[in-house]
Nanobody
Framework: QVQLVESGGGLVQAGDSLRLSCAASGRSFRSYAMGWFRQAPGKGREFVAAITRSGGGTDYADSVKGRFTISRDNAKNTGYLQMNRLTPADPAVYYC?????????????WGPGTQVTVSS
């Protein structure tokens, strides 16, 4: 079992950048692929990005490709989501998730989420 806690959310202006972190504890973080998802008010949870256990492979939703970068530091048991050129379409609660397999599917382990707000 792995426990996840996100941090780094906040209020920014459109065009600004923000970096989210996902701190993992419990079972070895490197045993899990990691994903980031988001959920805006009144909408379903949406896949944002994912990364393999080693960090050698990544996947992005079309809506964030070229603006967001997912990464991880297994030595620090931490994953990251660098978000650049934020737009009014990006505000949501952002969740990190962990699963043995990378993908866009529902992951087994989830953090509580961190709020990202973008003002225009």
């Amino acid at each position: 079992q792995v426990q996840l806690v996100e941090s780094g959310g906040g209020l920014v202006q459109a065009g600004d950048s923000l970096r989210l972190s996902c701190a993992a504890s419990g079972r070895s973080f490197r045993s899990y692929a990691m994903g980031w998802f988001r959920q805006a008010p009144g909408k379903g949870r949406e896949f944002v990005a994912a990364i393999t256990r080693s960090g050698g492979g990544t996947d992005y939703a079309d809506s964030v490709k070229g603006r967001f970068t997912i990464s991880r530091d297994n030595a620090k048991n931490t994953g990251y989501l660098q978000m650049n050129r934020l737009t009014p379409a990006d505000p949501a609660v952002y969740y990190c998730a962990a699963d043995p397999l990378m993908g866009r599917h529902s992951y087994h382990h989830w953090g509580p989420g961190t709020q990202v707000t973008v003002s225009s």
